[in-house]
Protein backbone atom coordinates (compact mmCIF):
# COMPACT_ATOMS: atom_id res chain seq x y z
CA UNK A 1 0.00 0.00 0.00
CA UNK A 2 1.26 3.32 -0.99
CA UNK A 3 1.04 6.87 1.18
CA UNK A 4 -0.33 9.23 -0.61
CA UNK A 5 1.87 12.01 -0.84
CA UNK A 6 -1.08 14.72 -0.48
CA UNK A 7 -0.93 13.62 3.43
CA UNK A 8 2.78 13.94 3.20
CA UNK A 9 4.15 16.94 6.35
CA UNK A 10 4.92 20.04 4.03
CA UNK A 11 8.32 21.41 3.89
CA UNK A 12 9.24 24.69 5.31
CA UNK A 13 11.63 27.55 4.84
CA UNK A 14 13.31 30.61 6.15
CA UNK A 15 13.24 33.27 3.70
CA UNK A 16 15.99 36.14 3.37
CA UNK A 17 14.83 39.54 3.08
CA UNK A 18 15.53 39.32 -0.66
CA UNK A 19 14.45 36.44 -1.40
CA UNK A 20 10.73 37.65 0.45
CA UNK A 21 10.42 40.64 -1.59
CA UNK A 22 11.00 38.93 -5.19
CA UNK A 23 8.22 36.51 -4.29
CA UNK A 24 5.95 38.72 -3.22
CA UNK A 25 3.32 38.18 -5.89
CA UNK A 26 3.09 34.62 -5.06
CA UNK A 27 3.23 35.27 -1.02
CA UNK A 28 0.30 37.86 -1.70
CA UNK A 29 -1.73 35.41 -3.92
CA UNK A 30 -1.68 32.44 -0.90
CA UNK A 31 -2.72 36.02 1.46
CA UNK A 32 -5.87 37.34 -0.87
CA UNK A 33 -6.95 33.58 -1.21
CA UNK A 34 -6.80 32.91 2.38
CA UNK A 35 -8.70 35.90 3.45
CA UNK A 36 -11.11 36.04 0.84
CA UNK A 37 -10.46 39.36 -0.55
CA UNK A 38 -11.16 40.87 -3.81
CA UNK A 39 -8.05 40.88 -6.52
CA UNK A 40 -6.38 43.63 -6.73
CA UNK A 41 -5.79 43.41 -2.81
CA UNK A 42 -2.52 42.50 -3.22
CA UNK A 43 -1.06 45.48 -5.08
CA UNK A 44 -2.21 47.61 -1.77
CA UNK A 45 -0.66 45.74 0.15
CA UNK A 46 2.67 44.75 -1.65
CA UNK A 47 4.59 48.28 -0.53
CA UNK A 48 3.54 47.39 2.93
CA UNK A 49 4.65 44.26 3.14
CA UNK A 50 8.07 44.85 1.51
CA UNK A 51 8.41 47.33 4.33
CA UNK A 52 7.91 44.97 6.74
CA UNK A 53 10.67 42.93 5.51
CA UNK A 54 13.06 45.55 6.71
CA UNK A 55 12.23 45.67 9.96
CA UNK A 56 14.22 45.19 12.95
CA UNK A 57 14.39 41.49 13.70
CA UNK A 58 12.00 40.55 11.04
CA UNK A 59 11.81 36.90 9.76
CA UNK A 60 9.67 34.75 7.73
CA UNK A 61 8.45 30.96 6.44
CA UNK A 62 7.11 29.47 3.75
CA UNK A 63 5.70 26.22 3.00
CA UNK A 64 5.01 23.99 0.38
CA UNK A 65 4.52 20.23 -0.50
CA UNK A 66 6.83 17.83 -1.51
CA UNK A 67 5.86 16.90 -4.62
CA UNK A 68 5.50 20.43 -5.35
CA UNK A 69 8.01 22.16 -3.21
CA UNK A 70 8.16 25.21 -5.55
CA UNK A 71 4.96 26.26 -5.00
CA UNK A 72 4.02 27.91 -1.81
CA UNK A 73 0.77 26.88 -0.14
CA UNK A 74 1.59 29.14 3.01
CA UNK A 75 3.27 31.75 4.77
CA UNK A 76 4.49 33.45 7.95
CA UNK A 77 6.32 36.24 8.72
CA UNK A 78 6.67 38.58 11.78
CA UNK A 79 9.31 41.18 13.63
CA UNK A 80 10.02 43.23 16.87
CA UNK A 81 7.43 45.39 18.11
CA UNK A 82 8.64 48.99 18.69
CA UNK A 83 7.00 52.16 20.17
CA UNK A 84 7.28 53.95 16.94
CA UNK A 85 4.63 50.98 14.95
CA UNK A 86 1.12 51.96 14.22
CA UNK A 87 0.34 48.78 15.18
CA UNK A 88 1.97 49.09 18.55
CA UNK A 89 0.34 52.35 18.69
CA UNK A 90 -3.24 51.16 17.95
CA UNK A 91 -3.13 48.05 20.18
CA UNK A 92 -1.59 50.56 23.18
CA UNK A 93 -4.71 52.75 22.66
CA UNK A 94 -7.00 49.96 22.67
CA UNK A 95 -5.79 48.69 25.55
CA UNK A 96 -5.90 52.24 27.47
CA UNK A 97 -9.92 51.96 26.31
CA UNK A 98 -10.55 48.95 27.98
CA UNK A 99 -9.60 50.02 31.36
CA UNK A 100 -5.83 48.41 31.27
CA UNK A 101 -3.51 50.11 33.77
CA UNK A 102 -0.74 51.99 32.38
CA UNK A 103 1.98 49.57 34.12
CA UNK A 104 0.23 46.43 32.49
CA UNK A 105 0.15 48.28 28.93
CA UNK A 106 3.64 49.01 29.29
CA UNK A 107 4.61 45.61 30.76
CA UNK A 108 2.82 44.16 27.73
CA UNK A 109 4.10 45.72 25.25
CA UNK A 110 7.96 46.40 26.62
CA UNK A 111 9.42 43.12 24.71
CA UNK A 112 7.07 41.62 22.21
CA UNK A 113 7.04 39.92 18.60
CA UNK A 114 4.45 40.59 16.14
CA UNK A 115 3.32 37.64 14.60
CA UNK A 116 2.04 39.54 11.20
CA UNK A 117 0.54 37.07 9.00
CA UNK A 118 -0.22 34.02 8.82
CA UNK A 119 -1.99 32.54 6.27
CA UNK A 120 -2.56 29.18 4.46
CA UNK A 121 -4.01 28.71 0.85
CA UNK A 122 -7.83 27.35 1.43
CA UNK A 123 -7.43 24.09 -0.40
CA UNK A 124 -4.68 23.22 1.50
CA UNK A 125 -6.18 23.99 5.46
CA UNK A 126 -6.91 21.68 7.95
CA UNK A 127 -3.39 19.32 7.35
CA UNK A 128 -1.82 21.69 10.50
CA UNK A 129 0.53 23.46 7.77
CA UNK A 130 -0.63 26.65 9.99
CA UNK A 131 0.64 24.40 13.16
CA UNK A 132 4.34 24.05 11.62
CA UNK A 133 4.42 27.16 10.00
CA UNK A 134 3.62 28.89 13.46
CA UNK A 135 5.91 26.69 15.31
CA UNK A 136 8.82 27.37 12.94
CA UNK A 137 8.39 30.80 13.56
CA UNK A 138 8.28 30.98 16.98
CA UNK A 139 10.53 28.18 18.18
CA UNK A 140 13.83 30.68 18.66
CA UNK A 141 12.57 34.53 19.14
CA UNK A 142 14.14 36.25 22.32
CA UNK A 143 11.46 38.42 22.70
CA UNK A 144 9.26 37.83 26.28
CA UNK A 145 5.83 37.63 24.74
CA UNK A 146 4.06 37.30 20.70
CA UNK A 147 1.23 39.42 20.22
CA UNK A 148 -1.02 38.92 16.86
CA UNK A 149 -4.48 40.33 16.02
CA UNK A 150 -7.15 38.73 13.94
CA UNK A 151 -10.38 39.00 13.37
CA UNK A 152 -13.29 37.98 15.28
CA UNK A 153 -15.64 35.07 14.91
CA UNK A 154 -18.82 33.86 16.28
CA UNK A 155 -17.49 31.31 19.03
CA UNK A 156 -14.28 31.30 18.27
CA UNK A 157 -14.89 28.35 15.29
CA UNK A 158 -12.71 28.43 12.66
CA UNK A 159 -9.09 27.25 12.34
CA UNK A 160 -7.20 30.34 12.96
CA UNK A 161 -8.80 30.63 16.78
CA UNK A 162 -8.57 26.54 17.49
CA UNK A 163 -4.95 26.94 16.18
CA UNK A 164 -3.84 29.64 18.60
CA UNK A 165 -6.09 28.85 21.65
CA UNK A 166 -4.15 25.33 20.80
CA UNK A 167 -0.68 27.34 21.24
CA UNK A 168 -1.90 29.19 24.48
CA UNK A 169 -2.77 32.43 23.43
CA UNK A 170 -4.63 34.49 25.93
CA UNK A 171 -7.13 37.58 25.15
CA UNK A 172 -5.28 40.95 25.52
CA UNK A 173 -8.05 42.96 23.48
CA UNK A 174 -11.34 42.06 22.29
CA UNK A 175 -13.72 43.34 19.96
CA UNK A 176 -10.97 46.41 18.75
CA UNK A 177 -11.64 48.03 15.72
CA UNK A 178 -8.46 49.41 13.73
CA UNK A 179 -8.28 52.69 12.32
CA UNK A 180 -9.25 51.59 8.74
CA UNK A 181 -11.51 48.26 8.90
CA UNK A 182 -14.51 48.26 10.39
CA UNK A 183 -14.60 44.81 11.21
CA UNK A 184 -13.77 43.99 14.94
CA UNK A 185 -10.59 42.28 16.27
CA UNK A 186 -9.23 40.57 18.85
CA UNK A 187 -5.66 41.10 20.02
CA UNK A 188 -4.08 37.82 21.09
CA UNK A 189 -0.69 37.01 23.20
CA UNK A 190 1.49 34.33 24.90
CA UNK A 191 4.55 34.23 26.69
CA UNK A 192 7.66 33.02 24.79
CA UNK A 193 9.88 30.53 24.52
CA UNK A 194 6.74 27.77 23.90
CA UNK A 195 6.83 24.54 25.88
CA UNK A 196 8.24 21.38 24.61
CA UNK A 197 4.33 19.95 24.43
CA UNK A 198 3.75 22.31 21.31
CA UNK A 199 6.82 20.82 19.11
CA UNK A 200 4.77 19.86 16.02
CA UNK A 201 4.34 15.64 15.02
CA UNK A 202 6.89 15.84 12.10
CA UNK A 203 9.36 18.76 13.58
CA UNK A 204 12.00 17.07 10.79
CA UNK A 205 10.18 19.51 8.20
CA UNK A 206 11.26 22.63 9.60
CA UNK A 207 14.30 23.24 7.25
CA UNK A 208 15.39 19.90 7.20
CA UNK A 209 13.22 18.16 5.19
CA UNK A 210 15.10 14.78 4.51
CA UNK A 211 14.56 14.18 8.66
CA UNK A 212 18.00 14.31 8.79
CA UNK A 213 18.01 16.31 12.10
CA UNK A 214 18.89 15.04 15.44
CA UNK A 215 18.66 18.70 17.20
Known sequence: MTTDPRHDPAILTELSPADFR???PELLSVYVAAMRYPRGTE?????????HS???GWQAFVAALP????????????YRGDTRQWWNQ???AGMRHSGRPPEEIDRVLA???ELTELHVRPDMQGRRIGELLLYALLRDRT????????????????????LYRRFGFQDVVRRFVFTGDARPFAVLGRSLPLGPDLVPHHP????????????
Do not use: K
Request: hydrophobic share 30%; no cysteine.
Open 22 to 24: ARL
Open 90 to 92: QVR
Open 43 to 51: YHRAPMWSE
Open 111 to 113: DYF
Open 143 to 162: EGTVLLSTPEVQGEDNRAWR
Open 67 to 78: EAPDTIVGIAYG
Open 204 to 215: HTLDDPDGSSTS
Open 54 to 56: ARA
